[in-house]
């Protein structure tokens, strides 16, 4: 029996002593995994002057149209040029990975511009999309509507150690085609798989009151109402890129549906049909050997032309900027 007592004593020492140990190499394992950065939520903000700020600029995201659009009822709020929302390429309100997102961004201004050739901050960078997505006029930086932008976009920086990149910035990076993108093939694309949401003649579907401020619920791809030709989803790069991780509506980039060679096609298709044209972009990317290879309009200093840069493909284009800037 004192044997039997004794084994017992023995054995709960030990399953105390490895109960013990396990906690222990749980608490250690907690302590050394990496933090993981998640989007705060704008919606657990007070109700004082920074939270109706923050919730005001992320309502000019996602229903730009209705506050600062070419219809509103103040003649000098009319600052966007169309009746786009900034959500329709800012995804979720800026909040989706790989869908053009403007979280942790703010830590990254100022920083150059290749376009502009100077540095620029978070208001310029806005005003960038006024003028080019939009299609409109900039802001003012001391006006309330750019003030809430910016410290929503601040906001949704929460937590980002300056000069911090998180993962999902961009519209992705997928394989670029040896072969020039085909707007013929696109058209075809499209009809299966876009035009259902985005119509057929891609004037996109606006919501069904016949009022002034409630924009689209499918937005145009092309036509008067849709981005001009300066804007960077004019450009096939960006536009295949975000096609392949975000559309059809509802698809993210651990499931896309359009394959790697669809995307760059439709997306060759989208960017030839007919939109606003924007005054002066010739005078953009004053250093030539800077500007993208997909910059659908010149002047260039790599000897390739409009419609190479247009569509590709940009092996031969690079491997030419790469020597001039050696040779430079």
């Known amino acids: 029996m004192l044997f039997q007592n004794r084994c017992f004593f023995l054995l709960r020492v030990a399953c105390i002593l490895a109960a013990a140990i396990g906690v222990s190499a749980s608490s250690a394992a907690r302590a050394q995994a990496p933090a993981v950065w998640t989007v705060p939520e704008v919606s657990a903000l007070p109700n004082d ?12 995201i996602t229903a730009t149209y209705a506050h600062i659009g070419p219809e509103v009822a103040d003649s000098a709020k009319r600052f966007a040029g169309n009746n786009l ?4 390429c800012h995804l979720a309100a800026g909040t989706k990975k790989f869908g053009l997102p403007i979280f942790g961004l703010f830590e990254l201004f100022p920083q150059y511009s290749a376009r502009l050739g100077a540095e620029i901050t978070i208001e310029d960078r806005v005003n ?7 299609n409109g006029r900039e802001l003012p930086n001391d006006s309330a509507e750019m003030q809430a ?3 929503y976009i601040k906001f949704l920086s929460s937590g980002v150690a300056a000069g911090q990149i998180l993962p999902g910035l961009g519209a992705g990076t997928m394989p670029e085609l040896k072969r020039a993108a085909d707007p013929v093939r696109g058209k075809a694309i499209y009809a299966n798989s876009c035009q ?3 119509n057929t003649d891609g004037s996109g579907i606006r ?3 016949p009022t002034t401020d409630l924009g689209y619920v499918m937005p145009p791809l092309w036509g008067p109402d849709s981005f001009n030709d300066g804007a960077g989803m004019a450009r096939l790069i960006t536009a295949a890129n975000f096609l392949h991780f975000n559309m059809p509506h509802g698809v993210d980039y651990l499931n896309p ?10 997306a060759a298709f989208i960017i030839s049909q007919p939109r606003p044209k924007k005054f002066g972009l010739d005078k953009d990317f004053p250093d030539l050997l800077r500007k993208p290879v997909d910059t659908p309009y010149g002047p260039y200093a790599d000897g390739f032309n409009e419609l190479q840069h ?3 493909p940009f092996a031969a284009i690079r491997a030419a900027i790469a020597k001039a800037k050696k040779a430079r």
């Open 49 to 60: 002057a920074f939270g109706v700020q923050v919730r005001r600029g992320r309502d000019l």
């Open 85 to 88: 929302a900034c959500s329709n």
């Open 128 to 134: 960038s999309c006024m003028v080019r997505s939009m």
């Open 149 to 151: 932008i910016v410290a």
């Open 196 to 198: 259902t949401c985005h």
């Open 207 to 209: 919501r069904s009151l």
């Open 257 to 266: 549906q359009l394959s790697v060679e669809q995307a760059w096609d439709v």
């Open 310 to 312: 247009k569509y590709g």
